[in-house]
């Protein structure tokens, strides 16, 4: 049996360097705080919380006057810079540079723009992370929408700067914009700025992990149930090979899985460490 991990696999260049950054941190103190989760699975969290890694929460920051605390990948609205600033915490800001740029273009957008009366929408999950960075750089005065049925909250009638959260998936961005275009038309307004805003580490692999799957008898997609991305790559996986199993520890793995099976793949998210992808590779090869 041939066990092959994907070599397009494993974390993105966001949350490689976020990890980078606390690792230089806690060889140096041995100890340091981290605003939220710093990637979305639990052995990578678990292995970096055993070397000093301590996550905490927003409701946690004003017992920790004082101390120095890293903001992970995703960023943060400028709320939390002004709570820091406050209580004299010092940030470690690993933001990934993709989305601070992202972050700058909204702002930048918003100030230009919303005095001619233009809607900042952006296309992302309500609630993530993310998102709550982005909304945050206008005060919260974006529109988020995750669906076609929240395209309700538009006015199709005034200019539209439609952004994406950089994880979203290509195809949906694109099906939302042309209907976006289709109900501005009706109302012959053709003032809608696109910006394509989506990460090309993400956006582009469905392209070569739907080649790997399909490539390989048995898939078996690694990652956390956390991660977002994880459940969209893994369905990107399921739609081209329907023997694809999501585990998350080598535990999970079922013998049965690989009777008279030649080719297994490993892949995972973007969160999901190398580490584990080989220990799991080295499971499957025992059996
Ligand atoms: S997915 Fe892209 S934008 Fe998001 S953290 Fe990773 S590299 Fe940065």
């Not at 996550?55 to 903001?71: F, K």
């Not at 969209?232 to 049965?256: A, D, M």
Request: net charge negative.
């Amino acid at each position: 049996m041939y066990v092959t991990i994907d070599p397009d696999a494993g974390f993105c260049f966001g949350v490689e360097r976020a990890i980078g950054i606390a690792q230089t941190e806690l060889a140096k103190s041995g100890k340091l705080y981290c605003l939220e989760d710093i990637v979305h699975n639990a052995s990578e969290l678990e292995r970096l919380k055993e070397t000093g890694l301590i996550v905490i929460t927003h409701d946690d920051l004003p017992g920790l006057t004082g101390e120095r605390i890293l903001l992970r990948a995703h960023g943060e609205p400028p709320e939390t810079f002004e709570i820091a600033e406050k209580l004299k915490i010092g940030l470690i800001d690993a933001t990934c540079p993709i989305v601070t740029k992202l972050q700058e273009r909204i702002k930048k957008s918003y100030q230009e723009e919303s005095g001619k009366g233009a809607q900042i929408v952006i296309f992302g999950k309500k609630g993530h992370a993310e998102v709550t960075g982005l909304t945050g750089q206008i005060g919260g005065k974006a529109i988020v929408i995750s669906n076609i049925a929240d395209l309700d909250l538009l006015d199709f009638s005034k200019p539209v700067r439609l952004f994406s959260q950089t994880t979203m998936d290509h195809d949906a961005y694109e099906a939302i914009t042309v209907q976006i275009k289709a109900k501005m038309k009706l109302l012959k307004n053709d003032n809608l700025q696109v910006n394509n805003s989506l990460c090309r580490q993400v956006a582009g692999r469905s392209y070569s992990l739907k080649e790997f799957a399909s490539s390989h008898q048995v898939l078996i997609f690694v990652s956390d149930k956390k991660s977002s991305n994880g459940a969209f790559l893994f369905n990107v996986c399921r739609s081209v090979n329907k023997n694809c199993y999501f585990i998350h520890e080598p535990s999970e793995i079922n013998p049965n899985w690989f009777t008279e099976v030649e080719t297994v793949g490993i892949t995972g998210a973007t969160s999901t460490p190398q580490w584990l992808m080989e220990e799991i590779a080295e499971a499957i090869e025992d059996i």
